[in-house]
C-alpha cells in the first residue's frame, strides 16, 4: 500500500510538472495569436480542471488510507492534515479554494465524496 502511494505521489509531481509546462507552452504559443485572452483563458481552465481531477486522486487515496487505519471515515478534510495524511492548506483547488467533501451512508454501504468548490 504504502508502495502504490510513493508511485502515486511521483505520478502526480510528473503531472503537475507536466500541466505546468503545457500551461505555459499554450500561455507563449498563444499570446501573439488576435484573442489570445479567450485562448488563454480557456488553457488555464483546462490546466485547473486536469490539475482538480489529480488532487481529487490524491485526496480520495488520504481517505481511504485513513479509513483503513481508523476504521471511519474522517469526519472532514481536515482531519487529514492533523493526521499527517496531508500537509497544512493542501490540497486545494487550483488556485486557492478548498475542496467539498461529503460522507455518505446508504444501508450498510458508506462511502464519501469529494467535489470541486462551488465558486
Same mark, same amino acid.
Given at each position: 500500500m504504502i508502495?502504490?502511494?510513493? *508511485?502515486?505521489?511521483v505520478r502526480y509531481l510528473i &503531472?503537475?510538472?507536466?500541466?505546468?509546462v503545457l500551461a505555459l507552452g499554450l500561455f507563449w504559443?498563444?499570446?501573439?495569436?488576435?484573442? *489570445?485572452?479567450?485562448?488563454?483563458?480557456? &488553457?488555464?481552465?483546462?490546466c485547473q480542471r486536469w490539475l482538480s481531477g489529480?488532487?481529487?486522486l490524491k485526496l480520495r487515496y488520504a481517505v481511504e488510507t485513513y479509513f483503513w487505519e481508523n476504521g471511519r471515515l474522517p469526519a472532514d478534510l481536515n482531519v487529514l492534515e492533523q493526521?499527517?495524511?496531508?500537509?497544512p492548506g493542501e490540497?486545494?483547488?487550483p488556485w486557492g479554494f478548498p475542496?467539498?467533501?461529503e460522507t455518505y451512508e446508504a444501508g450498510d454501504e458508506k462511502?464519501?465524496?469529494i467535489f470541486d468548490p462551488i465558486r
Open positions: 508502495k502504490r502511494l510513493l *508511485s502515486d505521489g &503531472a503537475t510538472g507536466a500541466c505546468i504559443g498563444l499570446t501573439s495569436a488576435k484573442g *489570445s485572452e479567450v485562448k488563454v483563458g480557456s &488553457a488555464v481552465e483546462v489529480l488532487h481529487r493526521d499527517g495524511h496531508l500537509r490540497p486545494r483547488f475542496y467539498v467533501y462511502g464519501f465524496m
